[in-house]
Structures are given as structure tokens and as C-alpha cells.
């Protein structure tokens, strides 16, 4: 709804709507309710929240517990679409949020502002016209001021008193009807989303054997493939490479979401003395290379062929004819294998890198190639569908 400099019609508007939208005073729309729950009609299951993503909400649904006071005379009552202003600043709202109260009768905190819209507005449409960050801010900065620890020092009278642009009732309901529709289908595909994401971990768990829940083979997994996993240890499949003396190679560097990259490709300038490249170790494709923040994920596989920090161990395959690379990536970035590895290092988290001999003793389940090749593909097909 971005309106003409010029003229204050929108951008894109339904079929058969004609003229300008009416510049006025949001209090044109909206008066100040000052009705409280005197006679304690309601209790503390009655409280509402706001929320920026779920708008006006059940306290106790939203967080869990109620945060009310002994006495809730004070609250003010709040009908069903009546329109709440919070003044708590937000970091994307930092002048407070406006919202419908699209659900039953209740009551709010005093700190609320809450007013009530008349024949000439459809108040659906006041939040969704106030849903755009920039549109809500800019609305709300000139009429709010802000106190000491940053509180919002500003009356519900003044809440209403700056300028809005409405379409005629009408033309209202068609865009919230629009709108809504759009939000029907997001919760719709947000549903279908979750259930791919369980479908998902349930392959996952199901195709992978898990080293601390024994057996030896996985509880799901292709036609004809009938052999018992192998039990080994990482030193077994693993050993390090030591390779230095190629200042003419890329420098490239560990990433976490994309392995090894190239430095140059990171996308800010690094530092570095040039003199020093030439101690820098090599890293080939197919390779592992240990590093630093190793809690988050620490060992980054390689695609390409550089140079990386001498503080990095390089690690590769002893026997690469009975293993894939990309398989065992997907197994040392698992959440399941952090969690082991945080077992057999101590201080990780303090931003130690693992050393080799810390990784060696660990034990992995250990497929054929043929099978590792298989899984791996399952892994990135769940996450290209649904990541």
C-alpha cells in the first residue's frame, strides 16, 4: 500500500475503486476506551498479551504463566476487535506495537492504550495497515516520547491524534479479506513444513545409526543392503596430512555453513603477512580440516584446493576407496557427533581447537561406501526440500 507523492492512491488496488484515500486523524476511526475491570468480571485467565508475530494473545497461552498482580481492577477490558497500542518498545518497533484483538472479550495492562473503532472503519484493517515496520514507525516517532530506561512517555488520546490514510470502509474489507486469505495459506504451508522437517529427522535418526543406542545395523535402509555396520575408531578411518611450502596457492578459510572457502571469496579483507604463507598447510579436496569454535561444528570438508592456518589439523581418509567424502561430511557436522565430541574435549567451548588425538578415540558405526553414497543423497535431498 505505498502511496503516490502526489496523489494518495495506492500502488496496486482492486477492480472498480476509484478516487483518494482520506488523510485524517487516526482518532477520526478510533475513540480511547477507558473501560476497566472493576467488578473483577474477569480473572487472570482472561489476560492478554501482545505479540508482534501472533498480535493480541492469551497470557498464559503465549508464555506460560500469568504475570498479573494480586488485584486486576485496574486492567482495562478489551472487546473482541478493539483495536491495543503497547507501549514496550521492540527492537524492529521501537515505538510500541498496534494491534487487533481478534478473539474473545479479556482484559490487558493498564500500560495499554485500548480503543474502540467506529462504523466508519473496519478494524482488521488497522492492524493490517500498521503490520508494515517502517509505515507503524514513522507514525508512531513524532507523537511518542521516550524516558528514562528507554520507556514510551505517551497518552492513549495522543496515540490517535497522528495522521493516517484510509480507503472508504469497503475497500477496507476487500484488502483485509485479501490479506487474510494470504495468511490462511502461510499457516497452511508452515503446517506441511513442520511435518516435512519430522519426516525429515525421523530418516535421519532411522538411517544412521547412533553409536551410544548399539547395534549394527540401521533401522531403515535401501533394498539389498544386508550387511552389519562396522564398528571403528575415528584413528582407524582417519590419519593427518602435513603438507607445507605452497605460498602460490589460495589461502582459503573454515567456514561453518560452507566448509572450505576460498579467503578471497569470504567477502571482507583479511590482514595477513604474505611472508608467512609459506608455512601454511595445505588442504586438498576431500580432505577435513579440525578448527577453532569447534562446539559449533569444527570440522569444515573441503572442495577445493588451497593453503589454511598452520594452528588447523588437516585430516584425510587412510583407505579413500571405502569411504565417501560428502557422507562423512554430513556425519562430522551432525549435532549427534558435537554432542560426543564435547565428551572428549574439554574447554571447547572457550574457543580451544579439538586436537587430533582428542577426535582418534571416537567411535564411529561404519557403513560400505556403496551405502554411504546412498545416504548421504537422502541427507541432501531432505534438506533441499526442506532445510
Keep these: 500500500m505505498n502511496m503516490d507523492k502526489m496523489k494518495k492512491v495506492p500502488d496496486i488496488r482492486f477492480k472498480g475503486y476509484e478516487g483518494e484515500w482520506n488523510e485524517t486523524p487516526l482518532c477520526e476511526y478510533l475513540c480511547v476506551s477507558n473501560e476497566k475491570n472493576a467488578s473483577c468480571v474477569y480473572n487472570k485467565y482472561d489476560i492478554y498479551s501482545v505479540s508482534r508475530e501472533y498480535g493480541v494473545i492469551n497470557q498464559i497461552e503465549y508464555q506460560g ?3 498479573a498482580g494480586a488485584s486486576l481492577t485496574g486492567y482495562g477490558i478489551v472487546h473482541t476487535w478493539d483495536v491495543v497500542y503497547t507501549k514496550s518498545p521492540l527492537k524492529q518497533q521501537p515505538y510500541g506495537i498496534i494491534k487487533t484483538n481478534k478473539t474473545k472479550n ?3 495492562s493498564a500500560l495499554y492504550g485500548i480503543f474502540t473503532p467506529n462504523e466508519k472503519v473496519d478494524s482488521n484493517f488497522v492492524q493490517t495497515y500498521f503490520e508494515l515496520d517502517q509505515r507503524l514507525n514513522n507514525y508512531l516517532r513524532p507523537l511518542v516520547n521516550k524516558g528514562a530506561k528507554n ?4 497518552s492513549d488520546e495522543d496515540a490517535i491524534k497522528g495522521n493516517v490514510v484510509f480507503p472508504q470502509k469497503e475497500e477496507q474489507e476487500k484488502i483485509v479479506k485479501m490479506f487474510n486469505s494470504l495468511d490462511y495459506l502461510i499457516r497452511k504451508l508452515e503446517q506441511k513444513l513442520e511435518k516435512l522437517r519430522n519426516i525429515k529427522q525421523s530418516l535421519l535418526n532411522q538411517m544412521f545409526i547412533n553409536i551410544n543406542m548399539g547395534g549394527y545395523v540401521p533401522l531403515i535402509r535401501y533394498k539389498n543392503q544386508t550387511y552389519h555396520w562396522n564398528e571403528m575408531s575415528a ?3 582417519f590419519h593427518t596430512y602435513y603438507d607445507k611450502n605452497h605460498p602460490d596457492l589460495p589461502v582459503v578459510s573454515a567456514s561453518q555453513e560452507y566448509g572450505m572457502v576460498f579467503r578471497d571469496d569470504v567477502g571482507f579483507d583479511v590482514q595477513h603477512d604474505k611472508a608467512n604463507e ?7 579436496p576431500g580432505q577435513f580440516v579440525i578448527h577453532l569454535r569447534s562446539f559449533q561444528g569444527g570440522f569444515a570438508y573441503s572442495e577445493v584446493e588451497g593453503i589454511t592456518s598452520p594452528a588447523y589439523t588437516i585430516i584425510e581418509f587412510k583407505d579413500k576407496s571405502q569411504n565417501d567424502g560428502l557422507y562423512w561430511k554430513y556425519v562430522l557436522s551432525s549435532k549427534e557427533f558435537i554432542k560426543r565430541l564435547e565428551t572428549v574435549t574439554y574447554g571447547i567451548r572457550d574457543g580451544r581447537s579439538i586436537s587430533f588425538e582428542d577426535f582418534a578415540e571416537l567411535k564411529f558405526m561404519v557403513p560400505q561406501k556403496e551405502e554411504q553414497k546412498q545416504n548421504w543423497k537422502v541427507v541432501i535431498v531432505c534438506r533441499l526440500q526442506f532445510p
Design 65 to 67: 504463566k500469568s504475570f
Design 151 to 154: 520507556t514510551l512517555l505517551i
Design 235 to 237: 584413528e582407524e578411518i
Design 278 to 284: 609459506v608455512g601454511y598447510k595445505r588442504v586438498l
Design 106 to 108: 479479556g482484559i490487558v
